[in-house]
Structures are given as C-alpha cells and as structure tokens.
C-alpha cells in the first residue's frame, strides 16, 4: 500500500465557524468548499482538516453522524510552545488546558474551537530529571 494523501473528516453543526477558526488562528487556508464541505490545508501539516456539516446525508456510517469529534484529539507539533501560548491567548482563544508538561516531555495546551473540537498544540521536550524517561530523547 502506498498512502499519497491523509485527511481527517470532522462532522460539525456549524463547518464554517470551524473553518474560519482554523483560518485564523492556525494558518490554514480553503483547498475546497462545497456546500456542508469545507477542506482546509496548511503545507506543513502533512493532512487535510475537512469539516462536515451535521446533517450531510452522504456522511456514513450514520451511527457517528454528528458526534463533533468526541473524545478526539488534533494535535499539531510545534516549535515554541510558549509562544503559540501567549499568541492564542492574546487572540482570545478559548484555552481549555494551560501547558503542562507530561513525565515523557510532552509539553502541551488545549484549545476548542467554536464546536468544540479538541486542538492540542505539543512541543517535545527533555523528559525533567527523575522521570523514568529522563535522558530518552523527547522526538514525538
């Protein structure tokens, strides 16, 4: 198998409230736009984000449709974490997690966009001295 493009489909009640907001705070810019589908991309993240309006009904299986990404998490793996901090904050962005720094040397933030999704911005850092981790390297 050879995989020559990822994505990841999120049904939403409001894709364009999601869209903007992957517009405005994360750089991504519209690849495509259809009605009840918006496609966004970003070239260094490696996927499409494409929302999905609750509701579609070619969004199959049925059984998940409008479930708004529960229990799911997008994570982007930055470069300054406390920088993409304060800039969101700045922008008032809903910050749903402060950093925290896990034991392996996730460091880490949560933000939710208008319906809710999940998006996680991570930076790898040395796992703190005294972590059964400490000394591995921290790549992700």
Same mark, same amino acid.
């Given at each position: 198998? @050879?995989?020559? @493009?990822?994505?990841?489909?999120?049904?939403?009640?409001?894709? !364009?409230?999601?869209? /903007?907001?992957?517009?405005?705070?994360?750089?991504? *810019?519209? /690849?495509?736009?259809?009605?009840?589908?918006?496609?966004?991309?970003?070239? %260094?993240?490696?996927?499409?984000?494409?929302?999905?309006? +609750?509701?579609?009904? +070619?969004?199959?299986? !049925?059984?998940?449709?409008?479930?708004?990404?529960?229990?799911?998490? *997008?994570?982007?793996?930055?470069?300054? &974490? %406390?920088?993409?901090?304060?800039?969101?904050?700045?922008?008032?962005?809903?910050?749903?997690?402060? &950093?925290?720094? /896990?034991? =392996?040397?996730? !460091?880490?933030?949560? *933000?939710? %966009?208008?319906?809710?999704?999940?998006?996680?911005?991570?930076?790898?850092?040395?796992?703190?001295?005294?972590?059964? =981790?400490?000394?591995?390297?921290?790549?992700?």
């Amino acid at each position: 198998m @050879q995989i020559t @493009q990822s994505a990841l489909s999120l049904n939403v009640p409001d894709l !364009r409230a999601s869209a /903007e907001f992957l517009q405005r705070h994360f750089g991504f *810019v519209p /690849e495509m736009e259809y009605e009840g589908v918006a496609s966004l991309t970003r070239g %260094d993240a490696g996927f499409n984000l494409i929302f999905l309006q +609750t509701g579609l009904s +070619t969004f199959k299986p !049925r059984h998940i449709a409008g479930s708004a990404g529960q229990g799911l998490l *997008v994570v982007f793996v930055v470069d300054d &974490i %406390d920088a993409e901090y304060a800039r969101l904050r700045a922008e008032g962005v809903p910050i749903v997690t402060p &950093i925290e720094t /896990e034991p =392996w040397g996730e !460091r880490y933030f949560q *933000v939710s %966009d208008p319906n809710g999704v999940i998006l996680q911005l991570v930076q790898w850092v040395p796992a703190p001295e005294g972590s059964p =981790w400490a000394g591995q390297a921290a790549d992700g």
